[in-house]
């Protein structure tokens, strides 16, 4: 009988087809659901009626669904609002959260366990809903897009662990640095940084899919529809109805008949999904790295 542990063991055909299978059918499980609903949004309205709802068969392509959505202008407006928050909001979030996880990993930093108690409360412990929206509001912030970024700026469990994997950094490193002549900046951008770049993409991920997909700070601080994101602008028409097409409606150019709701909802859907969908390819390679060594000291 073998002493050898499991994942050493040679692998055998039974198993390799068993995994093989199950890995299949994993996959087409994700992927079915994806192409339902790219499928459903580029069907003529006689496709979908046919189907009964969702379409699983091409049968009578249209793009009048997404000239319904970005004709208006609100969709297309929308887009900037949410890449722009998007885009200022990882750049301020990763920025905060490298220094803060910098300056706690260092053990001899000023009011290191403080700030770190502090920050490990948000844990367990959060201000809510009202006291956030006094603050903001007593902060001029209502009706800007600073307060779309600002109230979730840093994430306690992003900081944790980007703290966790710039404490696996050797500290001979630094300290040679520090010989050098060499500052707490210089040793930062020179030296950690490049050593982090698994890490700082899989948190920086986190943060841009965060603000990406975020509407709940725009429900509660954002009255001007001319500043709501994207999500917010989907949810509305997905949940109220909102008309997306203020003064033209768009005709399928197949049928001649209107777009189907149904279509124009996938289309949402599909609108909302791509960005992430990729970006992702980019920065899934540093997952393992970044997070799971980050995540071994504490």
């Not at 091409?58 to 959505?69: H, I, T």
């Not at 020179?190 to 509407?215: C, D, E, H, Q």
């Not at 001319?226 to 917010?232: F, N, Y």
Request: hydrophobic content about 50%; overall charge positive; glycine content about 8%.
């Amino acid at each position: 009988m073998s002493t050898r542990p499991t994942w050493q063991e040679r692998p055998t055909l039974f198993g390799l087809t068993i995994k093989g299978f199950l890995l299949t059918l994993i996959v087409l499980c994700m992927i079915y659901p994806i192409y339902v609903v790219i499928l459903t949004s580029v069907s003529t309205a006689q496709a979908v009626t046919e189907a009964g709802g969702l379409v699983t068969r091409p049968s009578g392509l249209s793009l009048d669904a997404y000239r319904e959505l970005f004709g208006g202008g609100v969709v297309t407006r929308a887009v900037l609002v949410s890449t722009g928050v998007t885009v200022v909001g990882t750049a301020v979030s990763l920025g905060l959260t490298i220094l803060a996880a910098y300056g706690l990993s260092r053990t001899n930093s000023l009011f290191h366990r403080p700030l770190l108690f502090l920050f490990l409360l948000t844990f367990l412990f959060t201000p809510g809903m009202i006291p956030s929206y006094l603050l903001v509001r007593e902060l001029g912030l209502i009706d800007s897009y600073w307060s779309l970024i600002l109230p979730s700026a840093i994430s306690a469990f992003n900081l944790v662990v980007m703290r966790a994997f710039f404490m696996n950094i050797p500290g001979e490193v630094i300290d040679s640095a520090r010989i050098d002549g060499a500052g707490d900046f210089r040793i930062l951008g020179r030296i950690v940084l490049p050593m982090s770049k698994g890490v700082t993409a899989v948190i920086g991920l986190f943060y841009a899919v965060g603000y990406w997909n975020a509407f709940f700070n725009a429900v509660l601080y954002i009255n001007d529809n001319a500043k709501w994101p994207l999500q917010l602008i989907l949810r509305q028409y997905v949940q109220q109805g909102m008309n997306l097409v203020p003064n033209t409606r768009t005709y399928d150019t197949a049928t001649g008949a209107l777009p189907p709701n149904l279509a124009i909802k996938m289309a949402i859907v599909v609108v909302a999904l791509v960005p992430v969908l990729i970006i992702y390819p980019f920065v899934q390679k540093h997952f393992t790295k970044g997070v799971i060594i980050g995540a071994v000291k504490g």
